[in-house]
């Protein structure tokens, strides 16, 4: 079975901070591996996915994420944050080339971003 | 453009009663997913269509949960005879297909009293 672990429950930044939040995922195959944002009061939206290619992936919002198969991570960074980026953060997996690919989802990790 | 769309954003239930949850999927969609979200977790699985035909149903938590897309589009979750840890936050998700991201709802929130 899948599972995905995100170390961090909660982070507090201040503004122009760096941001490195870590996921790692046990799977036996091969995987597609998501970022999903929340932002309050808002549904679930994709933040950069990874299905093959280069492992370093760029996603909206000058996020990006890097695929590292031997550490089976798939961390999400920012150089910069901003107050607006203000969320909770999904990392999530599921199995490549499989019809009905439900996502397994870590627990989340509550970012805030301190004006 | 129209997003996945799900009714009532919020339900309240007497536990005991039954409740089903609406989810209309961005059109043209072939598969749709449920997912429950407990407070403070990430979505678990619940079950998965592929138009009409309800392909995976391994994360339904009992017997109460029943799921239905009978044409192919809108879907109903319903759930019966209602329990308190049945209360959560209720996703559902909609791909192109079942290789493609999914795009999810608001979500209803149901609570058992």
């Known amino acids: 079975a899948q599972s995905v672990s995100q170390h961090n429950h909660h982070v507090i930044l201040s503004e122009a901070a760096s941001l490195e939040l870590g996921c790692n995922y046990s799977y036996g195959g091969t995987v597609n591996l998501f970022w999903y944002v929340q932002y309050p009061g808002q549904h679930l939206q994709l933040l950069l996915k990874y299905f093959s290619g280069d492992p370093l992936v760029k996603g909206i919002k000058g996020f990006e994420a890097e695929f590292i198969k031997s550490k089976f991570s798939f961390n999400l960074r920012k150089p910069s944050v901003q107050w607006s980026d203000t969320a909770e953060y999904f990392c999530a997996v599921n199995s490549r080339g499989n019809a009905g690919n439900m996502l397994t989802f870590g627990g989340g990790t509550r970012l805030m971003v301190k004006p | 453009g129209a997003g996945v769309s799900q009714s009532p954003r919020y339900k309240v239930a007497k536990r005991g009663q039954d409740v089903a949850l609406r989810c209309d999927p961005i059109s043209g969609h072939v598969s749709l997913f449920w997912y429950q979200q407990a407070l403070g977790q990430g979505p678990e699985f619940l079950t998965y269509?592929?138009?009409?035909?309800?392909?995976?149903k391994s994360g339904l938590p009992s017997d109460r949960f029943f799921a239905e897309r009978p044409e192919g589009s809108v879907s109903t979750l319903k759930i019966q005879r209602t329990q308190q840890e049945d209360s959560a936050v209720y996703l559902c998700?909609?791909?192109?297909?079942?290789?493609?991201?999914?795009?999810f709802g608001d979500g209803t929130r149901l609570s058992i009293l």
């Open positions: 998700a909609s791909s192109l297909d079942g290789n493609q991201p999914q795009h």
């Open positions: 269509f592929q138009n009409e035909a309800q392909l995976d």
